[in-house]
């Protein structure tokens, strides 16, 4: 991006994480499909980070992913890209290795490797270290904002991209209880692997993990293997860890057709799938970690030293954490026993929730339409429902379960969401508005502001 860049981008992207990274590329293919240069996508995105990374503190060596490769950037939109995941392998001499792998599931740490390898490949359009602040509807002299200002604190000054539409992909935030709150000796799990590196107990005698899905039992496990000598409390509502439901006909709600019938179906049906649906991804664990777990804790119990402690049926009601350690209180709910603990460190692997786009749509979140209950209004492409004075569009990745169902914060939709929000934005170039140019992009120091 070039700092004097006085153009009026078709599409500013907030956020580069797997969302606004498979939008980039399928907005790419597009252009080298577009034989006249009007009908091409001049787009940008703004990411806060200073390089790529995706859930990097939750990186664990042997984990693998939950969704089948095949679900990567690109393939379901485009089998041909060679952004694809077989691409990735094959251009780091590992495809044949793949096949012989026999999964369909690979590591975690490869499939970040992959992402990068696609952010490195898309470095042109993004630009890092930019921490978007506001949007700022662009109104003409008829009243009409045809465009918005995306503005982006960067290098300790602000820099202002003009845009015809905007895409927001903010990802997900670590979500606690709210009488939590993070600390040295209270951890979420989003940041696990990065909170042990700088850990200054050297031999730890007790962690307590907090929750029941797929992330607290890799956390459970990771502590487990990491200090042999610690011992680990597991402590959650349910009676024991609930498998995913990844069966076939189950695995169908992730499918892009069903994203169509969710849509398009009364709110009452929209809950009632949802509902019936939520363990296939919410609160739920890998077959085989469980299985893993309580060979664990079996095998412990029979050698007569137990350190894989699982607290089930049972929730944290006191919690002071102090410079030496966390002192906890857990009720067991069925009989309500109170156990006191003193832990090392208390973690929470107590999921995640999108972060709200209008933190960041700024001025222009006010003129986004909501429902009744306060959630966005969306349409079929992404589009948010804006009141009529804002014609630029404001498109959301994330956060749109209400509407378009339970595939909306997973890697399962992203390819083909991104296709269809890119031909969205081309379906309106034909149209495009005479909008200002910017004046020449220039870097405010925040003492000037």
Not at 41 to 59: C, N, P, S, T, Y
Not at 335 to 345: P, R, V
Request: glycine share 8%; with cysteine; proline share 5%.
């Amino acid at each position: 991006m070039n700092p004097s860049d006085s153009t009026v981008y078709d599409l500013v992207g907030i956020g580069f994480g797997p969302s606004n990274l498979a939008l980039a590329i399928a907005a790419e293919e597009h252009n080298a499909r577009c034989v006249r240069l009007e009908d091409r996508i001049e787009a940008v995105f703004l990411e806060k980070q200073q390089d790529f990374g995706w859930h990097r503190g939750m990186l664990f060596e042997n984990a693998t992913m939950q969704v089948s490769f095949l679900k990567d950037l690109v393939t379901m939109r485009n089998p041909a890209s060679d952004f694809s995941f077989v691409s990735y392998l094959h251009a780091h001499d590992r495809l044949a290795d793949f096949i012989n792998y026999k999964t369909m599931y690979p590591l975690r740490v490869e499939f970040h490797d992959y992402l990068s390898w696609a952010a490195a490949r898309m470095r042109d359009s993004v630009a890092y270290g930019h921490t978007v602040t506001d949007v700022v509807p662009v109104t003409g002299a008829d009243g009409k904002a045809r465009a918005v200002d995306v503005i982006a604190r960067h290098a300790g000054g602000t820099r202002v991209v003009r845009a015809r539409n905007v895409v927001v992909a903010a990802g997900l935030e670590a979500a606690l209880p709210p009488e939590v709150t993070v600390s040295e000796r209270v951890w979420h799990n989003l940041d696990i692997l990065h909170r042990v590196e700088t850990f200054e107990v050297a031999e730890p005698k007790r962690f307590v993990v907090v929750g029941a899905g797929q992330s607290a039992a890799e956390t459970v496990a990771f502590l487990h293997e990491r200090y042999p000598a610690a011992e680990v409390c597991s402590v959650f509502f349910r009676y024991g860890y609930s498998p995913a439901d990844d069966s076939n006909f189950a695995n169908g709600i992730f499918d892009p057709s069903a994203v169509d019938l969710y849509y398009g179906a009364p709110d009452d049906v929209k809950r009632m799938l949802f509902d019936y649906h939520r363990n296939t991804n919410y609160s739920v664990v890998d077959g085989d970690l469980i299985t893993e777990l309580y060979r664990k804790a079996y095998g412990e119990r029979v050698l007569g030293r137990t350190r894989l402690q699982v607290m089930n049926a049972s929730r944290v009601t006191g919690l002071k954490p102090g410079p030496g350690g966390v002192d906890l209180v857990v009720e067991h709910l069925p009989t309500g026993e109170l156990t006191e603990l003193s832990a090392d460190a208390v973690v929470y692997a107590t999921g995640y929730r999108p972060v709200d786009a209008a933190t960041l749509l700024g001025a222009t979140g006010p003129l986004c339409r909501r429902d009744a209950e306060g959630l966005p209004r969306i349409g079929r492409d992404y589009r948010l429902t804006t009141d009529p004075a804002l014609q630029a569009g404001v498109y959301l990745q994330g956060a749109t379960e209400h509407t378009h169902g339970i595939t909306s914060s997973l890697l399962s939709a992203v390819a083909v969401r991104s296709g269809e929000i890119v031909a969205s934005v081309a379906a309106r170039l034909a149209d495009r508005p005479p909008v200002p140019a910017p004046a020449p992009w220039t870097l405010v120091t925040s003492g000037d502001r």
